[in-house]
């Protein structure tokens, strides 16, 4: 009797196999998901969507030097990476041409490991110093709670309105561009100054990250460029990991600032505040900024006579209209000699101080002429 019951289930058995084998993999698969037993395994990836990228902050790579942290006593907790983002972030780098995408990534690595040692130098003395612009009531006032609060390993967070060497990094609000690339919103002053000094930035998430726990933690989702007003740079894609060139270069020691050799002349009407903004931006920048026009001529004498790899920049602001008659002599002269002392000096609008922060170069000046000039 068993035998005969053996013999009845094997032939239903046989039956519901054919059966199965007869149906589309991808409809038994659907109907596994639904409960019933079709004998494919739910982990199987036919008839399954593929899954979407979320645009998430993050680098291309995750690059930051954790043994540097891990080494320390100080406990500092990391912030641990998607797998969709990572997902991502390689698939965007994976449409770049390959000599761009090795690029990029080996100035991200060298980037993060500046800012890491940055952040770890802090955590050693024991405080935190953040710097913040253009944040919103509510992150302003969870920041201002962080400070009240010491944090494991008697770690405590203060605020600074100053850019220097000790300012830890500094709070901007980002969103992730078409290419990957984490960019602030704004453009501020203070940006523009953590760009040149090498001062992390993060975005505003750092902060109610902060505030969940007993413990700091390191950023690994840095701002890599800055928002640039230019139509055309922008095309071009040049203002892109502006930042992260610009802390590349300092984490490798070399003095390649992009206003080094550079000399600068203001013309026409400022703003005190906007005057002392860009001055303070172009010898940030390794530049120096010269009193007078008279000192501008002299200057562009001095370089055509001793051939020296340097260049006087006028500077001119929306309300200027000519050039002061001994100046423009001046330049004339210079620029009459031959055409290598053509780039001794150059005439721009104030606003390429700010483009070439952000493309992290000495911009050429063709796109910068001053349109009030005549």
Excluded at 40 to 46: A, F, G, M, Y
Excluded at 352 to 362: K, L, N, P, R, Y
Aim: hydrophobic letters at 35%.
């Amino acid at each position: 009797m068993a035998n005969s019951q053996d013999e009845g289930l094997s032939a239903v058995s046989r039956r519901r196999r054919r059966a199965v084998e007869e149906l589309p993999r991808e409809l038994l698969h659907q109907l596994a998901v639904e409960g019933f037993d079709t004998g494919i395994p739910l982990r199987s990836t036919v008839g399954r969507p593929k899954k979407k990228c979320k645009k998430i902050e993050g680098p291309l790579v995750d690059s930051t030097n954790n043994a540097t942290a891990q080494s320390n006593n100080t406990k500092i907790v990391r912030e641990t990476k998607n797998a969709t983002s990572n997902e991502c972030n390689a698939a965007t780098a994976s449409r770049e041409p390959s000599v761009r995408r090795e690029e990029v990534t080996s100035t991200l690595h060298t980037a993060d490991k500046f800012y890491a040692a940055r952040f770890q130098q802090a955590a050693d003395q024991g405080v935190i110093t953040i710097a913040a612009s253009g944040l919103n009531e509510r992150d302003i006032d969870l920041l201002k709670v962080l400070c009240t609060r010491t944090f494991d390993g008697n770690i405590k967070i203060k605020t600074t309105e100053a850019i220097t060497s000790k300012t830890t990094f500094c709070i901007i609000s980002s969103h992730v561009g078409e290419s990957g690339d984490i960019i602030a919103n704004i453009r501020s002053f203070k940006a523009m100054m953590c760009a040149l000094e090498g001062v992390p930035m993060v975005s505003p998430d750092w902060i109610s990250e902060c505030a969940k726990g007993v413990n700091i933690h390191c950023p690994l989702n840095f701002i890599r460029s800055l928002p640039t007003k230019s139509k055309k740079i922008e095309d071009s894609g040049e203002y892109l990991y502006g930042v992260a060139r610009m802390a590349a270069r300092l984490q490798n020691g070399t003095a390649n600032l992009p206003f080094r050799n550079h000399f600068a002349v203001f013309i026409g009407n400022y703003h005190p505040n906007t005057r002392t903004s860009l001055s303070r931006l172009f010898t940030a920048g390794g530049g120096r900024v010269l009193s007078t026009t008279a000192d501008a001529s002299s200057k562009m004498q001095e370089l055509s006579e001793r051939s020296i790899p340097s260049k006087v920049v006028v500077l001119c602001s929306d309300s200027c209209v000519s050039i002061p008659k001994a100046l423009r002599e001046s330049l004339k002269a210079v620029r009459s000699l031959d055409a290598k002392n053509s780039q001794i000096a150059s005439v721009v609008s104030y606003e390429w101080i700010a483009e070439s922060v952000t493309c992290a170069m000495a911009l050429p000046d063709t796109h910068f002429k001053p349109q009030s000039i005549k």
